[in-house]
């Protein structure tokens, strides 16, 4: 069976752009979680998605969004660039939210210049 | 709110020897734990998990100890190999998963 991806793998943006990155889960799976991860922060939790809902969501600012397809796939967007939002943004799959074990894609690497 | 923390940020160890990570919690209503590991480059890797309901869980070369009196777990990792070098996590689940900061633990050959 085939992990969780992410695509694209590594990004660069300038402050201000926005930018869209994607996650397919793991097959059958139906929950989907995003984290950032920075050296000074670790991982933190930007949002859960489940069938469609957004069900859980970290306490990031109104510029981080997303999305979840009825094929579980997800999406999230970040607006207006900062450069803080550097970081490496992971992807995490389950069955169902909040009571499996997620398992994570191996995220994609965004630097804002 | 929830916090997860990790009382040492560097680990290392002699290849062979046993490794000990430890991990505080602080959400008293967690009832789900996991251990991730991961490699340079890579997402976290699921190594083992434990229930609330549990003290000790054991998988390959590698055990978890829940202690619910003082908050606290650990993970043991038995004969220590160069390739059990990463960062690893431990996650607890209350409303949400949280995270601890990360140890990285390195492997001398």
């Known amino acids: 069976k085939a992990g969780v991806t992410q695509t694209p793998r590594y990004l660069i943006k300038t402050r201000g752009q926005q930018v869209t990155l994607s996650c397919s889960p793991i097959?059958?799976?139906?929950?989907v979680s995003w984290y950032q991860q920075t050296p000074g922060q670790g991982l933190q939790f930007l949002f859960e998605y489940f069938s469609e809902t957004q069900r859980n969501k970290g306490n990031f600012p109104g510029r981080f969004s997303g999305r979840q397809f009825s094929n579980s796939r997800s999406e999230m967007n970040v607006s207006t660039l900062e450069l803080g939002d550097s970081a490496l943004y992971l992807c995490?799959?389950?069955?169902?939210?909040?009571?499996?074990?997620?398992?994570f894609g191996p995220g994609t690497r965004l630097t804002v210049l | 709110g929830e916090s997860v923390g990790l009382h040492l940020p560097t680990l290392s160890v002699q290849e062979g020897d046993n490794s000990i990570i430890n991990c505080a919690y602080s959400n008293s209503a967690s009832d789900y734990f996991i251990w991730y590991k991961q490699e340079s480059g890579k997402g976290p890797q699921f190594i083992i998990d434990?229930?609330?309901?549990?003290d000790k869980r054991q998988g390959q070369r590698v055990t978890v100890l829940l202690n619910k009196t003082v908050k606290h777990l650990s993970l043991q990792i038995a004969a220590t190999q160069p390739g059990d070098s990463a960062v690893y996590f431990c996650a607890a689940r209350g409303n949400m998963l949280t995270f601890g900061g990360g140890t990285r633990l390195m492997v001398k050959p």
């Open positions: 995490a799959s389950s069955l169902a939210p909040s009571t499996d074990t997620q398992y």
């Open positions: 434990i229930r609330s309901n549990m």
């Open positions: 097959s059958g799976h139906r929950s």
